[in-house]
């Protein structure tokens, strides 16, 4: 059995806000992250961020992400991008529950929508969400 990996090195130097967001996963690339950043999406220390801003553990950066305000801790730089399973080690999740529950109740809200136009619910269709949320 192969030993288990060990947790990836921690830069001392603070890392660029966009590329910060890139390494612990929050975006899919950097150019995302920095985009996000222009747009206002993302604070720290609930000020506006650049995405050259130099993020240093202790600090709280707020995402706004779709219908969902991530708010996260840095606790410390990566040298490059993490696995999923290392992210904790170097920022900390402490968006409140009633974020994610938005995100929940518009996806029920979404299986809900008819078409305009499609008319009444047949007694088929009445009984498929009768199932769907028994």
Not at 26 to 35: N, P, Q, V
Request: one cysteine or more.
């Amino acid at each position: 059995m192969a030993a288990p990996a060990a947790v990836p090195p921690a830069s001392p130097a603070p890392a660029r806000l966009d590329k910060w967001l890139w390494m612990v996963r929050i975006f899919r690339t950097r150019s995302l992250a920095g985009d996000a950043c222009r747009a206002g999406s993302v604070t720290v220390n609930d000020q506006p961020a650049k995405p050259a801003r130099e993020v240093r553990p202790g600090e709280r950066v707020t995402v706004r992400d779709g219908l969902v305000t991530r708010t996260l801790v840095v606790v410390a730089s990566p040298r490059g991008r993490v696995a999923a399973r290392w992210v904790p080690e170097f920022c900390t999740e402490t968006t409140p529950e009633s974020e994610w529950a938005k995100v929940r109740e518009a996806s029920v809200q979404q299986l809900l929508a008819r078409e305009k136009g499609s008319g009444r619910p047949t007694k088929r269709d009445r009984r498929l969400l009768d199932q769907l949320f028994e």
